[in-house]
């Protein structure tokens, strides 16, 4: 596809199982980012991976978030024993990266995550 | 730490007058500002950008204005058009770190 896509795009999750959120970016974009969106604020950051490196994880907010992108193409969010407060949209966003601070980030749709 | 903020979190205008959008930030490393817009259901998609160096750019009926003293930028939208009705996020970055505003959900009336 010519976007970003990202799946499932709703899951409904019961406190303490755990889920994995796919993002499949643009062909060919070095760069991939997470971010977790909460009702009415404005996403904010949790990893970025440049191929397969994970070069920034700083904003995953516990140890139960994990982030993945083995072959450097599509990435996997997962979290493990979810919490109520983890219901929130993740965007997957990728960029083609050429050093240059004005590398334009593409979004997916997102995944919405209810947590019950 | 909210770095980046949009203290309207909506905005109603009519159809053919200015839109304004208005954004505030508090770290001066940030290097490059930008604006998404977002529909329902959908991810948010880039609108215009502007780099520190500049105090303005224009693109089409899309003007950004930065105010570097002041921490300040703002989205000008003229002539405003039922379609540009979404929420705006203003956004900041620094190399790769980027923060977004909470979004403005603007409403253009026909």
């Known amino acids: 596809g010519a976007g970003v896509s990202q799946s499932p795009r709703y899951k409904v999750a019961k406190r303490g199982q755990d889920v994995a959120l796919r993002c499949d970016p643009i062909?060919?974009?070095?760069?991939l980012f997470w971010y977790q969106q909460a009702l009415g604020q404005g996403p904010e950051f949790l990893t970025y991976f440049q191929n397969e490196a994970q070069l920034d994880k700083s904003g995953l907010p516990s140890d139960r978030f994990f982030a993945e992108r083995p072959e450097g193409s599509v990435s996997t969010l997962k979290i493990q024993r979810t919490q109520q407060e983890d219901s929130a949209v993740y965007l997957c966003a990728s960029s083609s990266y050429s050093g240059g601070m004005t590398d334009e980030q593409y979004f997916g749709p997102g995944t919405r995550l209810t947590v019950t | 730490d909210q770095q980046v903020k949009q203290n309207s979190p909506s905005l109603s205008v009519q159809e053919g007058r200015i839109s304004i959008l208005n954004c505030d930030y508090t770290n001066s490393m940030f290097d490059y500002f930008l604006w998404y817009k977002k529909y329902p259901a959908e991810g948010p998609t880039f609108l215009i950008s502007i780099s520190s160096i500049k105090d303005k750019n224009e693109d089409g009926r899309f003007t950004v204005f930065l105010n570097k003293s002041a921490k300040h930028l703002s989205l000008h939208i003229v002539p405003s058009q039922p379609g540009d009705s979404a929420v705006y996020f203003c956004a900041a970055r620094n190399n790769n770190d980027m923060r977004f505003g909470a979004g403005t959900r603007l409403t253009v009336k026909p």
């Open positions: 062909s060919g974009h070095v760069s």
